[in-house]
């Protein structure tokens, strides 16, 4: 076990509508990921939040937002869902950015299904 | 650009060495991982080797790395059936130093 928690385990959502999903780090840790994964394919990086800040995103639009709290807890925001958002969201959390191997913590994801 | 490639699947008796190989393209990857998933569960580091490394061994896990030619690989002695899961290699990429996964290696242990 990681450490890591995330919430709601399952949703379905429709077309249209918003979702959050909440992630908890493990204790320590002050750095924040994360990653769609489709079904088959490998984990795609979203955004990764440093002590708040957003300190680095991937190829995903506007739509995707998130935040990090002073106690580290982050959200992942998405709106106007999409058919295709339908996934598993990990979120991972680290010790720190660059420099260090940048072992994630990964907890066991959020799957979103979107009808 | 930045991408990660394996093998989709790979099928070993056990008992059997199994050898996954991947392939990356951003050379300036100070780390290379390899990382495990299980059904239904997130993914768990397994090693990690960094750039200027040749080779680690870790107990039944052995990496290779040839830089040269952008080409890892991970070796599992004596496979056995929990050894079953999906294998995802991954390179720190970009100056955030994100981390990019490829699309996993699905081991099938053979009895």
């Known amino acids: 076990e990681t450490g890591v928690t995330q919430s709601p385990t399952h949703l379905i959502k429709t077309r249209g509508q918003q979702v959050t999903l909440r992630c908890s780090s493990q204790?320590?840790?002050?750095?924040v990921s994360w990653y769609q994964q489709a079904l088959g394919q490998g984990p795609q990086f979203i955004f990764q939040?440093?002590?708040?800040?957003?300190?680095g995103r991937g190829n995903f639009p506007p739509r995707f937002s998130g935040l990090q709290f002073p106690n580290y807890s982050s959200e992942l925001n998405v709106n106007a869902l999409e058919l295709d958002d339908s996934a598993l969201y990990l979120c991972?959390?680290?010790?720190?950015?660059?420099?260090?191997?940048?072992?994630?913590?990964f907890g066991e994801g959020s799957r979103l299904t979107v009808l | 650009g930045e991408d990660v490639e394996q093998s989709l699947f790979l099928s070993v008796r056990e008992g059997d060495s199994s050898v996954i190989n991947c392939t990356y393209t951003?050379?300036?990857?100070?780390?290379l991982y390899w990382y495990k998933q299980e059904p239904g569960a997130g993914l768990q580091l397994l090693t990690y080797?960094?750039?200027?490394?040749d080779m680690k061994q870790d107990q039944r896990l052995t990496v290779l790395l040839n830089k040269k030619d952008k080409h890892l690989s991970l070796r599992i002695a004596d496979t056995q059936t929990g050894d079953s899961a999906i294998y995802f290699c991954?390179?720190?990429?970009?100056?955030?130093?994100?981390?990019?996964f490829g699309k996993g290696t699905r081991l099938h242990i053979l009895p």
């Open positions: 951003d050379s300036s990857s100070t780390y």
């Open positions: 080797i960094f750039s200027n490394m």
């Open positions: 204790s320590g840790h002050n750095t």
């Open positions: 991972a959390s680290s010790t720190g950015v660059g420099g260090s191997p940048g072992e994630l913590f």
């Open positions: 939040y440093y002590r708040e800040e957003e300190n």
């Open positions: 991954a390179e720190t990429a970009g100056r955030d130093d994100k981390i990019i």
